[in-house]
T-cell receptor
Framework: NAGVTQTPKFQVLKTGQSMTLQCAQD?????MSWYRQDPGMGLRLIHY???????DQGEVPNGYNVSRSTTEDFPLRLLSAAPSQTSVYFC?????????????FGEGSRLTVL | KQEVTQIPAALSVPEGENLVLNCSFT??????LQWFRQDPGKGLTSLLL?????REQTSGRLNASLDKSSGRSTLYIAASQPGDSATYLC????????????FGKGTHLIIQP
């Protein structure tokens, strides 16, 4: 069972570079989201999507862009990387309609911006 | 705004002990509460999900309870093992706008062999 798959697992960028973190799920989940996890800050929601073609901002969306062209994929784009975006990024998905479903996470993508 | 607090932030106990991890939330209007485990360098693994209409959920040696009126949830781990060493996070699901999930910062648990 693949579940939620994130690539790459590790990435080093220079300030100003752009990149895309990939996220794919094979559970036919409608809901997908991106979080970042920083020491002392906990998990913070960046963007989320309730279905193909529908995305919305979370708590910390600035500097990130998302799209949802298929149910399976939800890529996160860093437009112009900054050192403040050094973090561990997690993609998550949920299956049931509404807010009552169990949330499943990927293994994370560890990003360092120099 | 929902706030979720987990106490203690860190806990170290000898193997075999029963232990309780605490999670408190400020807004009792939640849809559910989920407990996760996170191993170093890994993602979050869902342990238990308690819906707002439920009082508790059990999985193996784990039991999670929910008391909405007092804004508290507890995760009980029976007969702890070194393999239980990890960070445990709770997340309160309030629905509504955005994700509706608010995470605590976790309890770092070490089980001494």
């Amino acid at each position: 069972n693949a579940g939620v798959t994130q690539t790459p697992k590790f990435q080093v960028l220079k300030t100003g570079q752009s990149m895309t973190l990939q996220c794919a799920q094979d559970m036919n989940h409608e809901y997908m989201s991106w979080y970042r996890q920083d020491p002392g800050m906990g998990l913070r929601l960046i963007h989320y999507s309730v279905g193909a073609g529908i995305t919305d901002q979370g708590e910390v969306p600035n500097g990130y862009n998302v799209s949802r062209s298929t149910t399976e994929d939800f890529p996160l784009r860093l437009l112009s990387a900054a050192p403040s975006q050094t973090s561990v990024y997690f993609c998550a998905s949920r299956g049931l309609a509404g807010w009552s479903g169990e949330l499943f996470f990927g293994e994370g993508s560890r990003l360092t911006v120099l | 705004k929902q706030e979720v607090t987990q106490i203690p932030a860190a806990l170290s106990v000898p193997e075999g002990e029963n232990l309780v991890l605490n999670c408190s939330f400020t807004d009792s209007a939640i849809y559910n509460l989920q407990w996760f485990r996170q191993d170093p360098g890994k993602g979050l693994t869902s342990l238990l999900l308690i819906q707002s209409s439920q009082r508790e959920q059990t999985s193996g040696r784990l039991n999670a309870s929910l008391d909405k009126s007092s804004g508290r949830s507890t995760l009980y781990i029976a007969a702890s093992q070194p393999g239980d060493s990890a960070t445990y996070l709770c997340a309160a699901g309030a629905g509504g706008g955005a994700d509706g999930l608010t995470f605590g910062k976790g309890t770092h648990l070490i089980i001494q062999p």
